[in-house]
Structures are given as C-alpha cells and as structure tokens.
C-alpha cells in the first residue's frame, strides 16, 4: 500500500464485475464428543481518485482454480463458547466468547474454519481507533500494524490465529472469487463475493469497511475499504491482504505496507 496506501502495482489494471456448533450431549455413563477438524490495496480507474499514488498488487505466481460450491447443510448454534475440550462443528455451526470486555461472535464458514464475524477490537500497541475515536472502535474495531495484527489474533487464546493468505483465498473461492490485482483478472465471480461476505449478504461473515491508516497517522476511507492483513509476507516490507471496495462493489487480493494499519478477523482450524 502507498501514499494513497495500498498495493503495489504493475501497470494498468481493469477491475471487473466481480454455536459453536451445537454440541451433542450423549449420556449414559460416558460423554463422547468428536473433534471435527494492506498499506492499503490500490484499485486503479473508479476505485482511486489519485492515480498518481496508487500502486498495484504483486502477488506471487501461484494458480488457483476456478471456485466451486463445496457449502454442506448448516449445523446447529449455540450463544456460548464451550468449555469443553472438543466438540463435533459443522458448517453453519455458530457460537460467542468474550475477550477484554468485548463478545465476539464466530461462525464455521463454507471453507470449513471458524471465524470472527466482527472486526478485532483488542487494544495494544500500534494498533488504533479510526480518528482515534473510540466510537469508531465498536462498530469497525481496531486498524493494527501486521506485527500487532499477528499479536492480537494471538491473544484470544485457543489457537486464534491471522489467516494466510491461502485462508483468504479458499474463504473468497467458497463465497464466489477475487480479483487479483497482479493479473488484472477476476478469480471466479469476486462481486459475488464481496455483495455475500458484506454485512448485508447473508453469509454470516459480515464485513465492515473500517478504512485505513497510514504511517503518517492520517486516517481515510471509512466506510469505503476494508482492507484485511493476512499472516503472508510478499518481502520484506510488504504482506498479502483482501479489500473489500464498496465503490467498485469487488473483493480483491493483493499486499501492502506492514506499517499501515488495516482491519483484522482471526480464524481457527476445527
């Protein structure tokens, strides 16, 4: 991500239309319970007022194949976190914890892991409010650095984790596509993706534009971005991230700036 933070670029780029699981209590004398398994993206044309600071994704070479529709039949949910040890989830399946004062909900989505589906709001450092208002904090949650990003996704305990990019890329595949800014093409359908995965889509995931910052401390772009970090280094200097761009109605893969602050969701493997 650049001035205009965001995502490296390489030439023109045309974007185009793109509780837990309930769990089962068999008694008798024995209880059994089953383990079941950016800177900121730079859009080239609408997205960016500014061409002049935008830079484009460079991904790396790897293929991805076409998205297929691999969702399975929802599961039960609970309002709790379980304290047991495991449970059987299944897709669908939903549930809740609370950290620091804040609940957060999680749901197993159509690629088989448990995420948040609220944007992290964990307090430490470099890490911050839009605007430094705090208000801004409860309804998109926190922009982090990729370092405190990794760190509070760490905190929640129980293997919460930053997801990979390959995470990003199978959830993205399962809900429609992407587009990929080093190619310019479209990865599937990544307007579908991006209208189910928004709060308003009815996949549970509920994504919210929290906008960005940048390493200046001048925030921008509420309400239009909401670029999320993975775990995936690019280089030295630059990591992997999906933006969901409400003007151009697309999701997007590409990498940014590690001293931009971005949103953050964490993710669990079952």
Not at 1 to 7: D, R
């Amino acid at each position: 991500m650049q001035k205009i933070p965001a995502l490296k670029s390489e030439g023109k780029t045309t974007v185009k239309t793109v509780c837990i699981g309930g769990f089962f209590l068999l008694t008798a004398t024995l209880l059994v319970f089953w383990g079941a398994e950016i800177s900121a993206f730079s859009i080239e044309g609408s997205v960016l007022a500014n061409q002049d600071s935008i830079e484009q994704v460079i991904c790396s070479n790897d293929e991805v194949n076409e998205p297929t529709n691999n969702s399975n039949g929802k599961g039960s949910f609970s309002s709790e976190e379980t304290i047991m040890d495991k449970v059987e989830l299944n897709i669908g399946d939903i549930g809740s914890f609370d950290h620091q004062g804040t609940t957060y909900t999680w749901k197993v989505m159509d690629d088989g892991k448990k995420w948040l589906t609220r944007n992290l709001n964990v307090e430490l450092d470099n890490s911050w409010c839009y605007d430094n208002d705090s208000n801004y904090c409860e309804t998109y949650g926190r922009l982090y650095t990729w370092k405190a990003a990794k760190q509070a996704c760490l905190s929640l305990g129980d293997n919460w984790r930053l997801p990979s990019d390959e995470d990003w890329k199978n959830l993205a595949i399962e809900y429609g596509g992407y587009h990929d800014w080093r190619t310019g093409k479209d990865i599937g359908k990544p307007r579908v993706a991006y209208r189910t995965l928004m709060e308003e889509g009815g996949s549970g995931f509920a994504a919210s534009l929290g906008g960005w910052r940048d390493p200046e401390g001048i925030f921008d772009y509420l309400g239009d971005y909401g670029i999320f970090w993975s775990s995936s280094l690019r280089d030295s200097s630059d990591a992997r991230g999906f933006g969901f761009y409400r003007n151009d109605s697309i999701l997007a893969r590409g990498n940014g700036d590690l001293n931009f602050g971005h949103s953050v969701r964490c993710v669990q493997d079952l």
